[in-house]
């Protein structure tokens, strides 16, 4: 099963990853989350099916924070990279993306892109609020 979502901010998308990393009966097979001019993409796929209840649960938290997302080709092209194995360096190349995490769920690594970014612009934006 696989979730696509369009997060506003960074502290959406991190309380995404809290919640993944906290429900550890989820069997997440990959998280991959791209940072974009107006919000973040992030794409969940799991290893196996979840039965109704559980589905049914996680969509209505993924849809408290996000919106559904049906990316643009460019980021399809983008995920579907990563997911084949190619390395997240040569998927921004091509693509004109920033993966800014792709694999386990990471906190660190969104965190330090948000902390890097900000501190190159001087200035905090919303999507990194």
């Known amino acids: 099963m696989e979730y ?5 901010n960074a502290s959406l998308t991190l309380r995404i990853i809290e919640y993944l990393h906290a429900t550890r009966r989820l069997p997440v097979a ?3 989350v791209i940072h974009q001019i107006d919000g973040w993409v992030m794409k ?3 290893a196996q099916a979840l039965d109704a209840q559980e589905e ?3 969509r209505a938290y993924l849809n408290e924070v996000g919106f559904p997302y049906q990316p643009e080709i460019r980021v399809q092209m983008a995920l579907w990279s990563l997911e084949t194995g190619q ?3 040569n998927v921004m190349r091509r693509y004109q ?3 800014v995490s ?3 769920p990471n906190r660190c690594e969104i965190e330090e892109f948000r902390q890097q970014f900000v501190q190159g612009l001087g200035y905090c934006p919303e999507t990194l609020a």
């Open 4 to 8: 696509s979502y369009y997060l506003p």
């Open 30 to 32: 990959f998280v991959t």
């Open 44 to 46: 969940i796929k799991l």
């Open 56 to 58: 049914g649960d996680f």
């Open 87 to 89: 390395s997240p360096i």
């Open 97 to 99: 993306v920033a993966v």
């Open 102 to 104: 792709h694999g386990s």
